[in-house]
């Protein structure tokens, strides 16, 4: 059976109420918002696997990447403010962050994305109805440190992306 699984970071239960609080605000807002316990930082995007058990090893036998630190800047559109789908947490670029996702794509063999990584939490679905010009970006400064990372399985459904943490890592 294949299984489309991804490598993030969770979010941190700090930036976890930031975002609550922010997504109570604006509740009024036309948007699905995400719950609680899907919110994550996609490392290494999705790809299809019919071997878990060799995906978890590889995770569990690599040197792992280094804690890292993240701040977050802005909440706006994304994934383009030209092609608004989505509301995202934004973060600072980060070059521990983008080493840390070289080190995980090699070890797994996963392709590499040849864009620079940058950190960003999905926290709301535009509906199609939704006027991307009746939001305003807002400025943040949200800091954290992540001490672990996770296997996640995204299960897709016509009400939107359905995410399970297979294993957790801890971070060197």
């Known amino acids: 059976m294949k299984h489309r699984v991804f490598v993030a970071l969770p979010v941190p239960s700090p930036i ?3 975002i609550l609080k922010w997504q109570h605000d604006h509740s009024a807002m036309p948007v699905r918002f995400l719950k609680n316990n899907t919110l994550h930082i996609t490392i290494v995007p999705p790809w299809y696997t019919d071997n878990l058990v060799r995906v978890r090893q590889t995770l569990g036998a690599m040197e792992k990447p280094k804690n890292l630190t993240l701040t977050f800047s802005e909440i706006a559109f994304g994934p383009t403010q030209k092609n608004p789908r989505l509301i995202w947490v934004t973060g600072l670029k980060n070059l521990r962050l983008q080493k840390a996702k070289q080190i995980l794509e090699h070890a797994l ?15 709301a679905r535009l509906l199609l109805q939704t006027n ?11 800091k954290c440190t992540i001490k ?7 299960r897709l459904m016509r009400t939107g992306a359905q995410y399970r943490i297979i294993q957790t890592y801890r971070l060197s």
């Open 132 to 142: 991307p010009f009746s939001f305003q970006k807002s400025k943040i400064h949200w």
């Open 148 to 154: 672990i990372f996770c296997l996640m399985e995204s």
């Open 109 to 123: 063999g996963v392709s590499p994305e040849k864009r620079l990584l940058i950190p960003h939490i999905t926290i």
């Open 16 to 18: 976890k109420k930031e």
